[in-house]
């Protein structure tokens, strides 16, 4: 089979099933894993898939969300930066809204022993990672648990956001840009992230240059909204000159 009639069937696959992974479409066409990527990676710059961990989804499918698992392995070296860089706008003392999100997780479990704030989840995983620290007073956010994502959503997290205010937001979004503003794929978990930014007097996002340009089925802000963007080096400095020309700061980690 010629590459182009494989790329084809390849898109089918991923049309019909919704995914597709490297590993059975090797399996399946008997080449190396290799030969998949380049396949993957032709149909993506065609526009016609995007690229995920391990495989690839049709492009247009704004609704598509990665489970905790995949988000933790994804882009795990940009997200550690991230995060690192992220503990330097900390407040000294005061309160702190960690949003649920894979690099807002890393953000917690890496405060410092001597950090001492009030911090304020939704994110179990989050919580979990900040439950044993010593100086820190954390509140957990309640509400339906979303098993994809670990984080608590609906009415009974909305009102409680709406009773406090903190001195920052650390936000997540699946997608981020000039045009399309702050995206995720369910619209619960956009509701929660629009009441914790309007919670904060400062909201800072935390997102990996891979989400540069995604847009998702939930708009939850604009990219105006944010005081601060720390990403990664994968963002080019054109693109963060016209984020910053918008009036958000960037850090690229």
Do not use: C
Request: aromatic letters at 4%; glycine letters at 8%.
């Amino acid at each position: 089979m010629y590459a182009p009639e494989r790329q084809q069937e390849i898109l089918r696959l991923a049309r019909e099933g919704g995914r597709v992974d490297v590993v059975s479409l090797a399996e399946e066409f008997q080449v190396t894993a290799e030969t998949i990527r380049r396949d993957l990676k032709a149909l993506d710059r065609a526009g016609l898939v995007r690229r995920v961990h391990g495989g690839a989804i049709p492009a247009g499918r704004l609704d598509f969300e990665p489970d905790l698992a995949e988000r933790e392995s994804t882009a795990a070296d940009e997200k550690d930066r991230i995060a690192k860089a992220a503990v330097a706008e900390l407040p000294s003392d005061g309160t702190v809204i960690l949003d649920a999100g894979s690099t807002v997780a890393r953000l917690a479990g890496d405060l410092p022993l001597e950090a001492a704030l009030t911090v304020v989840t939704h994110s179990l995983p989050t919580a979990a990672r900040l439950a044993d620290h010593p100086g820190i007073q954390l509140h957990l956010v309640g509400g339906r648990v979303r098993h994809r994502t670990r984080a608590a959503v609906d009415a009974w997290a909305l009102r409680a956001y709406g009773e406090i205010r903190a001195d920052v937001v650390f936000i997540a979004a699946n997608g981020f840009s000039a045009d399309h503003g702050l995206t995720t794929p369910d619209l619960a978990e956009a509701a929660v992230k629009r009441a914790a930014i309007r919670a904060a007097r400062r909201v800072v996002l935390l997102a990996d240059s891979s989400k540069h340009g995604q847009e998702h089925f939930a708009r939850f802000g604009d990219l105006g909204d944010v005081d601060l963007l720390i990403t990664d080096t994968g963002l080019s400095p054109e693109d963060a000159l016209a984020i910053e020309r918008g009036g958000t700061e960037v850090v690229r980690a």
